[in-house]
């Protein structure tokens, strides 16, 4: 079965500095992928998809990539701010076609000011 | 989009009882699902809730520990049965409006964390 990985460690930068967090998968290639926030005591938010087709996507001071052969993902934050601090989680389909979304264990980020 | 009200968002039980928790979202979707999260871990899913049937449930989650329902478009429970202390962990519901179809997001619940003593 598909299986997600996420940097378990804490990721600590200094306010300004671009954030980068990666997700690598194990199994089949997935038609997306995609990023949530979480921050303590609340449920996931949903940031960005990308598309197995799309090598890019941005959304503000967002940048995810896809490298299908590499079977990663890449999320960075340019210009990071204290509120940028969270638990990011890469999830995809559990399985090709699938309805049903896996989420890895994701990175804690601390932005320091 | 949608919006996602649980309840309740915290509870402390004992041992041997049962605990029903409510996801009422605002508007239509598609599909309803039910994750865990224990702490300082990722979500699990437990199963899909499916409308006006029984709830599709992922392996290592039964139907007799964690009995699901959902009458209609936009509500759902999930009952967590005879509890012991492992059950303690945050019960999450996520929806995925009509409108999301095709991206897969998730909108979720703040969650409902549960302490079984």
């Known amino acids: 079965s598909q299986k997600i990985e996420q940097n378990s460690e804490a990721l600590n930068i200094q306010e300004g500095k671009t954030a980068t967090l990666t997700c690598n998968y194990t199994?089949?290639?997935?038609?997306?992928l995609q990023w949530y926030r979480q921050d303590p005591g609340r449920g996931p938010v949903f940031l960005l998809l990308?598309?197995?087709?799309?090598k890019e996507k941005r959304k503000e001071r967002l940048k995810v990539t896809f490298d299908t052969t590499l079977k990663q993902s890449l999320f960075h934050i340019t210009a990071s701010q204290p509120a940028d601090s969270a638990t990011y989680l890469c999830?995809?389909?559990?399985?090709?076609?699938?309805?049903?979304?896996?989420f890895g264990a994701g990175t804690r980020l601390f932005v320091k000011a | 989009s949608a919006v996602i009200s649980q309840k309740p968002s915290r509870d402390i039980c004992q041992r041997g009882t049962s605990l029903t928790i409510q996801c009422q979202v605002d508007?239509?979707?598609?599909?309803m699902f039910w994750y865990r999260q224990q702490p300082g871990q990722s979500l699990t899913l437990i199963a899909t809730?499916?409308?006006?049937?029984?709830?599709?449930?992922e392996s290592g989650f039964v139907i007799d520990k964690f009995p699901i329902s959902r009458p209609n478009l936009t509500f759902s429970t999930l009952t967590v049965s005879n509890m012991s202390p492992e059950d303690s962990s945050i019960y999450l519901c996520?929806?995925?409006?009509?409108?999301?179809?095709?991206?897969?997001?998730?909108?979720f619940g703040e969650g409902s964390r549960l302490t079984v003593l």
């Open positions: 996520s929806a995925r409006p009509y409108s999301t179809a095709g991206t897969g997001e998730l909108f």
């Open positions: 199994n089949y290639s997935p038609a997306y």
């Open positions: 990308i598309r197995e087709n799309e």
């Open positions: 999830a995809l389909p559990q399985n090709t076609g699938g309805f049903k979304t896996i």
């Open positions: 508007s239509q979707v598609t599909m």
């Open positions: 809730a499916n409308q006006g049937s029984e709830a599709t449930y």
